[in-house]
């Protein structure tokens, strides 16, 4: 059975960082795309960054792209996103997920999965001074 355990949300002031981390395992198979989304209170769930396993392509939404890094530990049970330069509207619930066949939006500049396969329960980021 597929777990992803997500940590290190929390709350930072605006122009802070936070490091959040993903957990994987009970994985029979490398997962395809493995990355972060998030939703905000009343918006849509939005994909923000992901890794292309086959070849550790890295993806990333535009709103974040520059100040968020994506990134996985040697052994590939851990996938990291660190965040710098956070603002007030990075603001949100981040899960990791896995899945297949990215899509970008063009209109929001984000992406979502062709099929989603696994998701965790998400870890609240909150920036506010």
């Known amino acids: 059975q597929v777990q992803l355990v997500e940590s290190g949300g929390g709350l930072v002031q605006p122009g802070g960082s936070l490091r959040l981390s993903c957990a994987a395992s009970?994985?029979?198979?490398?997962?395809?795309?493995i990355g972060w989304f998030r939703q905000a209170p009343g918006k849509e769930r939005e994909g923000v960054s992901f890794?292309?396993?086959?070849?550790?392509?890295?993806i990333y939404a535009d709103s974040v792209r520059g100040r968020f890094t994506i990134s996985r530990d040697n052994a590939k049970t851990t996938v990291y996103l660190q965040m710098n330069s956070l603002k007030p509207e990075d603001t949100a619930v981040y899960y990791c997920?896995?899945?297949?066949?990215?899509?970008?939006?063009?209109?929001?500049?984000?992406?979502?999965?062709?099929?989603?396969?696994?998701w965790g329960q998400g870890t609240q980021v909150t920036v506010s001074s």
């Open positions: 997920a896995t899945g297949t066949g990215l899509i970008r939006d063009m209109a929001r500049g984000t992406y979502n999965f062709g099929t989603d396969k696994s």
């Open positions: 009970g994985f029979t198979s490398e997962p395809a795309v």
């Open positions: 890794i292309v396993t086959r070849d550790g392509r890295t």
